[in-house]
């Protein structure tokens, strides 16, 4: 149900950071996750809920070599 | 492997009829944007289930948060989602139009802001939402109290997606495999589906938003439900397959966990369609009880005309254009039931992408 | 110092603010003569049209409520084929208005009004109580050549789309100043004369233009399907889109193909000349991002190939696009 989007933490004055998404800039609450600044965070609501782990095109790359292995 | 393989051989799929339900909203929508459907066989039937939490909130709720809006000295703070959404009486909008005073939120935690700088007003924040956005009005809750905003206060429709995938599980046994829902499960945990994948022996896959992870989370339910030609006998048990892994953890965000349990504590709450579903709502922890503007009991819901199909359409057993009303007395511009009001039900979806 | 009552009176204070602001800034030999009405010489078939605005804030990065006054309805008779040349100007100022601001906003439709090649030939000026608003109002007539027939009724099967850029950036850029999100886009607010211009003064076969205003791209193209009682299809991997507003979309969960603009429009084109319609739209200052983003089938209502490959209906915009989160 849920619009989260990926976007780049580029300061941090906990429990609030500033996240950048393709150059729009919006303070986010942290304060449910552990950020490092250069962080890509996912974020609903204006609440940061999940530090992400791979840009998008290491993801996608992963997605489908865990799929091939998933149905061998 | 890659995406254009995935295509294809789900493009080619000849087998028995399939149905898979999809748990959220924002996958119907993704689905629709990505022209999913038009990728995929013909027997594989998506459905969308009840992962609208607009959708499935009882018009007693909207009448509730409309009395808020015109009392005096009230502000009710919404997302935009829950504007359109008729009650008794009328949707927000059309409150609004005639003073009602409603605002727009973007962030439950700007109520915090405006009620410190508003001491005069009651701020009612109107908490709607699944477990993605449950530790948001916690976060708020916490810095409500932290920072003594006394003038704020939540009209909850809170619910929680696994009740609602159990009463499925139990109620409709002709859905094949679930596409869980992505964002719900960076706060539960993909860990969070084993029990009913195990109870009902069906496959839940968790996926992302993107085409690729939808055609990937269709491709694995596909090749858990047929695991080859080779026709080996016995098939496997199925499985919860995580194909998030970027963002969903198999614990999930124990701090988001931790901080809803913290305010709100499961209760019975009403889903349109469903009905009552005990343990499937958040309220306020009793020692917040002073933050609640009246949460429970809000299960009243317009009466639909005897021909609407709402509550099958919501659960999967029938497509939006099998229910008699649909693009005829109930269309967009002119909805009845829930799943045309709010334009990421399934028949206000359904309605825009095969209309002709 | 600020717009009151008495500036609306008709007296004194009405008269100082017509010379000083409105007269000074929209000065020519009709709107001079001061009469009760603008007495023009038009001869054949013309293009007339009127607009309304009440964009908030008056002034945002790119623009300003006078500027896209004048835009909007430029634009408007730009479509249609016409040359625009004259326009009217109808304002309802609101009291505690800041005049410093009005005659900024009046000096910008001056300047917009020049480089468009349209004149002020008539206006009005009404005071309102409020809290310092500004509303206008502007009509325009512009000459059609004779034997030109430009509508959206006039498309067919093979007739290519043209874009002329970067979809959403308007709206975008109001929708940034209202919630205060910090970011860099600008609203595209222009005048199409150069790009129309560049089309018809070489010869293409344009069958419609339309401006991408409100209700956005998906909007404009069901209504020239519906005009021309054909089908549409476009290419999702077509559409300009600046990934400052693609992220800003993203955020507040809106869609380009539904956001508005104020500089951007679409040329239904003759197949055979549409690769010389693109070069053409390229070269003008407005339409560097210029791009071919579908084209005019049988059949009916418009449909998107998606960047996978699959298909979509495009249905027109139903409700606002309020920022939502589900």
């Known amino acids: 149900m849920c619009i989260a989007i990926p976007g780049k933490i580029i300061s941090i004055d906990a429990p609030r950071a500033k996240v950048d998404f393709n150059g729009n800039i919006v303070d986010v609450n942290v304060g449910l996750v552990d950020p490092a600044i250069g962080d890509y965070v996912l974020v609903h609501a204006g609440c940061a809920i999940e530090v992400l782990q791979k840009d998008r095109a290491l993801e996608m790359i992963e997605l489908f070599r865990e799929l091939e292995e998933l149905t061998k | 492997m890659n995406v254009e393989q995935i295509i294809r051989e789900l493009k080619e799929y000849d087998g028995p009829a399939v149905k898979i339900m999809e748990v959220c909203g924002t996958h119907t929508a993704s689905i629709f944007k990505g022209g999913i459907r038009s990728l995929i066989s013909p027997k594989i039937k998506l459905i969308s289930g009840p992962g609208c939490p607009v959708c499935v909130t009882p018009a007693a709720y909207i009448d509730r948060c409309i009395e808020y809006a015109k009392r005096e000295n009230h502000v009710l703070l919404t997302f935009g989602d829950m504007m359109k959404v008729p009650g008794r009486n009328g949707s927000l909008s059309q409150a609004k139009g005639e003073g009602a005073r409603v605002e727009l939120m973007y962030s439950p935690i700007e109520a915090v802001e405006k009620a410190k700088k508003n001491p005069d007003l009651t701020y009612v924040v109107a908490g709607v939402g699944f477990e993605t956005t449950a530790p948001a009005y916690a976060l708020a809750m916490e810095e409500a109290v932290s920072r003594g905003a006394e003038n704020i206060r939540l009209l909850t429709a809170l619910k929680t997606v696994l009740p609602a995938l159990q009463w499925i599980c139990e109620n409709d046994d002709g859905i094949d495999g679930f596409l869980c829902p992505g964002h719900v499960s960076v706060i539960i945990g993909s860990d969070a589906y084993t029990r009913l994948a195990g109870q009902f022996n069906r496959p839940f896959v968790v996926a992302g938003f993107e085409p690729e992870h939808i055609l990937a989370g269709i491709y694995e339910i596909m090749k858990q439900l047929n695991p080859g030609a080779a026709g080996s006998g016995a098939k496997p048990a199925a499985a919860v397959r995580n194909l998030y892994k970027n963002a969903v953890k198999a614990e999930g965000n124990k701090k988001a966990q931790e901080i809803i349990s913290r305010y709100f504590e499961p209760g019975a709450a009403m889903w349109r369609g469903l009905g009552m579903i005990p343990d499937s709502g958040l309220y306020l922890r009793p020692e917040y009880e002073a933050f609640d503007a009246g949460s429970k009991g809000l299960d009243e819901d317009i009466k639909l005309p005897a021909s609407c199909r709402c509550g099958d359409v919501i659960i999967g057993r029938i497509n939006p254009d099998e229910c008699p009303m649909f693009g005829k007395a109930c269309n967009p511009s002119d909805p009845y039931g829930p799943c045309m009001v709010s334009s990421e039900g399934a028949c206000g979806i359904w309605h825009r992408n095969i209309r002709q | ?326």
Not at chain 3, 63 to 89: Q, R
Not at chain 3, 183 to 193: E, F, P, Q, T, V
Not at chain 3, 234 to 255: A, K, M, Q, Y
Not at chain 3, 281 to 308: D, F, P, S
Request: glycine share 14%; aromatic share 4%; with cysteine.
């Open chain 3, 1 to 326: 110092m600020k717009i009151n009552m008495s500036h609306g009176s008709g007296g004194k204070a009405s008269a100082d603010l017509m010379r000083d602001i409105f007269g000074k800034y929209f000065s020519n030999s009709v709107l001079d003569k001061m009469e009760d009405a603008a007495v023009l010489e038009i001869r054949g078939k013309i293009a007339f049209s009127t607009d309304s605005f009440v964009v908030t804030p008056l002034v945002f990065p790119g623009g300003d409520i006078g500027k896209l006054s004048v835009c909007g309805t430029v634009n408007d008779l730009l479509m249609m084929g016409a040359e625009p040349k004259y326009i009217t100007a109808g304002f309802i100022l609101e009291e505690g208005l800041e005049i410093d601001l009005l005659e900024r906003i009046v000096a910008s439709m001056a300047e917009t009004a020049a480089k468009a090649g349209v004149q002020v030939v008539a206006g009005d000026t009404k005071v309102v109580e409020g809290k310092g608003g500004l509303y206008i109002n502007t009509s325009g007539i512009g000459f059609i050549p004779a034997g030109r027939g430009i509508s959206a009724g006039n498309c067919g099967a093979g007739d290519v789309i043209l874009l002329s850029g970067n979809l959403g950036d308007h709206h975008a850029c109001i929708l940034s100043a209202r919630m205060e999100i910090e970011n860099k886009i600008k609203s595209d607010c222009a005048c199409l004369n150069s790009l129309v211009d560049g089309l018809l003064k070489n010869n293409v076969r344009v069958k419609a233009m339309r401006d991408v205003t409100r209700g956005g791209l998906g909007t404009v193209l069901n209504e020239i399907a519906e005009a021309s009682g054909c089908g549409i299809e476009i290419r999702e991997d077509s559409l300009p889109v600046n990934p400052e507003v693609r992220g800003f979309c993203d955020i507040l969960g809106l869609d380009p193909l539904y956001m508005g603009n104020e500089g951007k429009m679409i040329a239904v084109v003759a197949e055979e000349d549409a690769e010389k319609a693109l070069a053409l739209m390229q070269q003008t200052e407005y339409g560097v991002n210029a791009a071919m983003i579908g084209r005019v089938t049988e059949g009916k209502g418009v449909v998107m190939k998606t960047r996978l490959g699959g298909s979509r209906v495009v249905d027109v915009l139903y409700g606002e696009g309020l920022p939502r989160i589900c």
